[in-house]
Nanobody, 123 residues
Framework: QVQLVESGGGSVQAGGSLSLSCAASGIIVSQYYMYWFRQAPGKERERVACIWPGTGRPSTYYPSSVKGRFTASRDNGKNTLFLQMDDLNSEDTAMYFC??????????????WGQGTQVTVSS
């Protein structure tokens, strides 16, 4: 059974930071494209990070909305994905989802999804 379980969400003041974790079971994170998505009420789902499979130094991709502020990483030994979010602003308020798949970094979907964790940024 595949499970992706996010943790680390919460409330933070604008300009602050949060770190999200995604504990995976049933899949090996080094063998999949791993993603972070977010979705706010009334807005389209947005992919905010993509990390390539592999056991070496990972390649990561970010949209312009978060580039320079968000950093995705993985710990293959712990089979865990991370998202470090810095300099947060109100536009970052959303439900954040961990996901995995084989469709590359241009996909709008994924094969496996976590349940989501809420991030709220107050201004």
């Amino acid at each position: 059974q595949v499970q992706l379980v996010e943790s680390g969400g919460g409330s933070v003041q604008a300009g602050g930071s949060l770190s999200l974790s995604c504990a995976a079971s049933g899949i090996i994170v080094s063998q999949y494209y791993m993603y972070w998505f977010r979705q706010a009420p009334g807005k389209e789902r947005e992919r905010v990070a993509c990390i390539w499979p592999g056991t070496g130094r990972p390649s990561t991709y970010y949209p312009s909305s978060v580039k320079g502020r968000f950093t995705a990483s993985r710990d293959n030994g712990k089979n865990t994905l991370f998202l470090q979010m810095d300099d947060l602003n109100s536009e970052d308020t959303a439900m954040y989802f961990c996901a995995a798949g084989g469709g590359g970094c241009s996909t709008r979907d994924a094969d496996y999804w976590g349940q989501g964790t809420q991030v709220t940024v107050s201004s």
